[in-house]
C-alpha cells in the first residue's frame, strides 16, 4: 500500500513541477532530533532514551509563495532500550538496538499564509508537507532477557512517506528560518531488528505493528536566486 501512495505522489509532485514556472531556490541546513516508534518505544515522544542529534541539508524550490518542493538527506542513530520503560513485561523482554540510518526525501511544501523571503507583508507562515522518501540502514539489535538471543541484522534500503507540520519565518531578503516535526510512515516492522515471535513470557515483536520514526528540527536557509515566482502562479 505505501509503496502505490508513494509512486502517486512521485507523479503528483513531477506533473506539478513540469506545469509551474519555478524561479527561486534555496540551500540550507538541517539540525534537529530524531526518535523511532515501534515496539520497544510505542508512545513516547520524549523522554530518557529517546531521541537522537540529526544532522542534514536541504534544497528548495519556491513554487510560488504557496507552494514549494523541498529535496534533503538527513543522518542520524535512531535506537532504544527496554531499560527505559516502566511496562513490566518489556523490561523483561530487556532488547535493545541501535540503527545508523540515512534518508533521502522530497516533499511537497503547502503554506497556509501567502510566504516570501525579505516581504513585510509575508515573512511568516505554517506550512504542512507531504512526499516520499528513501532510506538507508543498518542495525544492531538484541534481546537479553530470559531467553536471549543472538544478535539480528537486518539493513539495506526502503521507501517511506514522510509528512507533518512546520513553520517558516522570513529573516530578511536572503535567508529564513524554518520549524518543522515530521514523521515518516514506513510499512516496515524491522527498523529495531526484532523479529515477531513468542518467548516463554513476552513477544519480542509484533506483526501487526509496524514501525515508525520522526525527524524534527530547525532550517537556516539561503536564497540562491534573485528572481520571484512568475505572478500568474501566485494565489
Known amino acids: 500500500m505505501i509503496r502505490k501512495l508513494s509512486i502517486s505522489l512521485f507523479f503528483l509532485m513531477t506533473t506539478y513541477f513540469q506545469v509551474v514556472s519555478q524561479k527561486t531556490a534555496d540551500i540550507g541546513v538541517f539540525l534537529g532530533r530524531s526518535y523511532y516508534l515501534g515496539e520497544l518505544n510505542p508512545t513516547t515522544h520524549w523522554g530518557d532514551g529517546v531521541g537522537s542529534f540529526t544532522i542534514g541539508g536541504i534544497f528548495r524550490y519556491n513554487l510560488n509563495d504557496r507552494y514549494s518542493l523541498k529535496g534533503s538527506i538527513v543522518r542520524t542513530t535512531l535506537s532504544a532500550n527496554d531499560k527505559f520503560e516502566t511496562f513490566k513485561f518489556n523490561r523483561q523482554r530487556s532488547a535493545s538496538f541501535e540503527n545508523t540510518l540515512t534518508e533521502f526525501s522530497g516533499v511537497l511544501e503547502f503554506n497556509f499564509l501567502p510566504y516570501k523571503k525579505g516581504d513585510k507583508q509575508k515573512f511568516f507562515t505554517p506550512y504542512l508537507f507531504v512526499g ?104
Open 132 to 235: 516520499l522518501s528513501y532510506y538507508l540502514n543498518d542495525v544492531t539489535a538484541t534481546v537479553d532477557g530470559f531467553n536471549p538471543s543472538p544478535v539480528n541484522q537486518e539493513g539495506g534500503g526502503r521507501l517511506a512517506m514522510p509528512f507533518g507540520p512546520g513553520v517558516k519565518l522570513s529573516l530578511g531578503k536572503k535567508w529564513d528560518f524554518s520549524l518543522e516535526w515530521g514523521f515518516r510512515k514506513t510499512g516496515y516492522d524491522l527498523i529495531d531488528g526484532l523479529e515477531n515471535r513468542i518467548e516463554d513470557s513476552f513477544e519480542t515483536g509484533k506483526d501487526y505493528d509496524n514501525d515508525w520514526f520522526a525527524v524534527s528540527g530547525f532550517m537556516l536557509s539561503y536564497k540562491l536566486t534573485n528572481e520571484g515566482p512568475c505572478s500568474v502562479y501566485n494565489f
